[in-house]
């Protein structure tokens, strides 16, 4: 894990002493609402629905058991004894008080972490694979780079103001975990036919109010060049992106307009002027950053122990078989903990649960926690050897649901529950298809099935690419959803199509039953996934079997 | 036939709490939608917006709300958006439901 050194601490804890400042100055009338609004975004802090809301940044979604103690103690002290996990890695309180966030800011300050650039038109958190460092199929280590990145942008004169906020997201393994191809700027690594490591670029994707998909800006980008070229990539859409209109500012419409060949000259361009005298980052300080992500001291030693637990203990097997991950390490395993137990509200964690999980971590995992996109939390490095007394600590804290991959997974917006923005809620309705299912008890015999659900068009939820996804709207003043089928946010990555007209909210629970039950009857066999039936036979048997009046009408 | 004007009410975020605040009679704010002053014409309603934007001490973001009134004439939330602001979120009994 990155450790401050004293110029990101000083640097910190000058920006809480001048928030703190801000809200002195607004409670005093100094500063009117209008010219506080910004200066409280920029630290995290939001006004929702019913309190404040503020954001706090998890780079690259890695945390160990002191941050995850400290977010419990926040939690505790100044909240209501959760937090809330979040798509982008972050986590987010959704009570404190505006006389409390001084001292909040100062207690995450004191384990290295803080809420800047988690709001504003600016480079926010960099997000990455939640394997990351652990998974067999990697590359490397996506995280120094992400760290890289993070230097970098964290206050960059130049990209405090950008037409609209800008998200980057990096994986480095080829099967893609962190939906690169939905980001403002997508890095994969790859290999060339030298063999030597270096990125893919990809630009210009995003979800929200117009999804598109990311496109190849440069196949091989060697890694010494990354910075400027990312440089070049922002200075150029800082230049030419549209400050007229806010639903036109992102990149991927500046790329969609001007076509990827324009951009593509215009930031080599740029990025030759820019290579010659970068002072950006140097390559020392990416070598020293590489060394706070060395693989810890794994303990080779294999036990079987665990093999005769797995056929000693059929519920143990089944988290084996869902939420447990294979490991570079042939000793060690991925540990997937569901936030998702079933009815739970997606990715809230409560502070004794975040506890429990920082008290695995540093007995049992390396001292390692990530925070998924998926709103799930990670043990990366967990031996086989110990997975049974993981599995028994995790079912006392209700933290064992094993739907890791299966349909009630769900990964949901906070919706209008506390978004302001929200045209309708989210969260009961991941509460009821997660509660109807698990009554069925068949989501194992479903298999992998991801549903995502947005409270409105911004995403959040990323139903765009849910092999279902749900997104609530307000139709004349009543919460409607609708459909979409066929999403994809891996390697394969596809956007989902809008199957039909939307459903009251007392219909869509039944909708999706529907279109579950339509998917068993027609599959192939057991083998065959969702999606692999959606790609099979389209949308057409599942408009039928959602639409059967207009069907019958039509026919 | 002029349109019927929909009754409304003005309301905020507190500046200290920022949960949801409702504009009184007495000028004053209440936590509760039904101590809200009911406005029954366009003008009386801009008039107390304006009273509303003028106490940035205790009140972020004022805004209209459509309500409908009950047999005592007490206002009641129009929207699914302004109910679910009257009480608090669906997944937990917290905000205004709990107190
Ligand atoms: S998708 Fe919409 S409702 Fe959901 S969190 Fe984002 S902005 Fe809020």
Redesign the pocket.
């Given at each position: 894990m990155y450790i401050y050194d004293d110029f990101d601490e000083g640097f910190v804890r000058e920006r809480v002493r001048q928030f703190r400042g801000q809200i002195e100055q607004r409670i005093s009338g100094a500063l009117t609402e209008d010219e506080f609004k910004p200066l409280r975004l920029m630290n995290g802090l939001y006004l929702q629905l019913h309190a404040y809301m503020l954001r706090v940044a998890i780079p690259y979604g890695t945390l160990d058991s002191q941050k995850m103690r400290q977010l419990a103690y926040i939690a505790d002290k100044w909240d209501k004894g959760y937090g809330h996990f979040t798509t982008r890695q972050n986590i987010q309180y959704n009570w404190p008080k505006l006389t409390d966030v001084g001292d909040i800011l100062d207690a995450l300050a004191d384990v290295d972490m803080h809420a800047i650039q988690t709001s504003g038109n600016c480079v926010r958190n960099v997000t990455s694979d939640h394997f990351a460092g652990a998974a067999a199929d990697e590359i490397e280590d996506p995280r120094p780079t992400a760290e890289l990145i993070r230097q970098w942008s964290t206050d960059h004169p130049e990209f405090q103001f950008l037409p609209r906020k800008f998200k980057i997201a990096i994986t480095g393994s080829p099967n893609d975990r962190a939906v690169t191809r939905a980001h403002d700027i997508g890095i994969r690594m790859v290999r060339n036919d030298a063999g030597e490591a270096g990125y893919e670029i990809i630009v210009g994707g995003g979800l929200g109010r117009t999804p598109m998909e990311g496109k190849v800006l440069r196949e091989f980008l060697p890694k010494a060049d990354l910075l400027p070229y990312l440089e070049a990539v922002l200075q150029t859409y800082n230049l030419a992106g549209r400050r007229d209109n806010k639903y036109k500012a992102r990149i991927k419409i500046l790329i969609h307009e001007g076509g990827l060949d324009d951009f593509r000259a215009r930031t080599e361009q740029a990025f030759e002027t820019i290579r010659k005298d970068f002072a950006g980052p140097s390559d020392e300080l990416a070598a020293n950053i590489a060394r706070y992500f060395e693989p810890p001291e794994f303990n080779n030693v294999r036990s079987h122990g665990f093999e005769k637990a797995l056929e000693a203990n059929p519920a143990f097997r089944s988290f084996f078989e869902t939420n447990v991950t294979e490991h570079r390490n042939p000793a060690y395993a991925i540990v997937t903990v569901s936030l998702k137990a079933h009815g739970a509200t997606p990715g809230d964690a409560t502070s004794d649960q975040m506890r429990t999980v920082a008290d695995i971590a540093e007995r049992y995992g390396h001292d390692e926690i990530r925070v998924s996109h998926e709103q799930n939390l990670i043990l990366p490095h967990v031996r086989k050897a110990d997975l049974p007394a993981v599995y028994a600590l995790l079912v006392d804290a209700g933290l064992a649901t094993a739907n890791a991959g299966l349909l009630s997974d769900i990964i949901a917006?906070?919706?209008?529950d506390y978004?302001a923005?929200?045209?309708a809620r989210?969260i009961p309705v991941a509460q009821e298809i997660a509660q109807r299912f698990d009554e069925l008890k068949l989501e194992h015999e479903i298999g992998p099935l991801k549903i995502k659900i947005?409270?409105?068009?911004?995403?959040?939820?990323h139903h765009h690419v849910g092999h279902i996804g749900i997104l609530g709207l307000d139709r004349a003043g009543v919460e409607n959803y609708q459909i979409t089928l066929g999403g994809d946010a891996s390697e394969a990555f596809a956007l989902g199509e809008r199957v039909g007209p939307s459903f009251p909210a007392d219909r869509i629970v039944p909708a999706i039953d529907t279109i579950v039950t339509t998917y068993l009857e027609i599959r192939e066999s057991e083998e065959e996934t969702f999606l692999e039936t959606y790609r099979r036979t389209g949308s057409a048997p599942f408009k039928q079997a959602l639409y059967p009046e207009e069907n019958r009408h039509a026919a | 036939m002029a349109k019927q004007f929909t009754p409304k009410i003005v309301t905020a975020n507190d500046l200290f709490e920022g949960d949801v605040i409702y504009l009184t009679g007495e000028g004053g704010w209440s936590r509760d939608h039904r101590d809200a002053l009911p406005l029954n014409s366009q003008d009386e309603a801009d008039e107390l917006l304006g009273v509303a934007q003028k106490q940035a001490a205790r009140a972020v973001g004022p805004y209209l709300a459509d309500v409908a009134l009950d047999e005592h004439g007490k206002p009641h939330p129009a929207h699914f958006r302004e109910a679910f602001r009257s009480r608090g979120p669906s997944n937990y009994f917290h905000g205004k439901q709990a107190v």
């Open positions: 917006c906070p919706g209008m978004c923005l929200a045209t989210s947005s409270g409105c068009i911004n995403a959040c939820g | -």
